[in-house]
C-alpha cells in the first residue's frame, strides 16, 4: 500500500469510526432516559440508588455475550464508567426533581451529545 493508499484507507475507517460512534451515542442516551426513569421510581418507592447486586448482572451480561475483539477486562471498564456516570445522571435528577426544578444546564439535565432532556 502507497502512501496515497493509506491516507483514503484511513479516512474510510475514520468515517467508519464516526457512524460507529454516533450509534453509540445514541445508545448512551437511550440508556440514559431508562436510567432516569429507574431513578424516579426509586426516589418513589425510596430506594437507594447502588445497587452492587445489578451492576454484577450487567457485568455479567455483557462480558458473557462478549464475542471480542475488545478484552474483558476493557470491557468492563467502559461499563463501569457507563454505570458510574448513570448513578451520577440519577442521583442529579433525583435532586432535581425532589427540588421540583429541572436545570437543562446541568450534567444530568442534558443528554449525553448535549441535546436537552425533559422528565417523561
Known amino acids: 500500500m502507497n502512501h496515497e493508499e493509506a491516507i483514503k484507507a484511513l479516512g474510510d475507517c ?3 469510526i464516526d457512524a460507529v460512534d454516533l450509534e453509540i451515542l445514541k445508545l448512551l442516551n437511550d440508556r440514559t432516559s431508562i436510567v432516569e426513569e429507574i431513578g ?7 430506594l437507594p440508588i447502588y445497587e ?15 464475542p471480542g475483539p475488545l478484552p474483558q477486562e476493557a470491557l468492563k471498564r ?3 464508567r457507563i454505570i458510574d456516570e448513570m448513578r451520577v445522571v440519577q442521583r442529579l435528577r433525583i435532586e432535581e426533581e425532589s427540588k421540583g426544578t429541572t436545570d437543562a444546564g446541568s450534567h444530568a439535565g442534558r443528554r449525553l451529545g448535549g441535546a436537552d432532556t425533559e422528565s417523561h
Open 14 to 16: 475514520r468515517t467508519r
Open 40 to 46: 424516579r421510581i426509586k426516589r418513589e418507592a425510596r
Open 52 to 66: 452492587p447486586k445489578r451492576e454484577d448482572e450487567v457485568f455479567r451480561n455483557v462480558t458473557e455475550n462478549n
Open 78 to 80: 467502559v461499563f463501569e
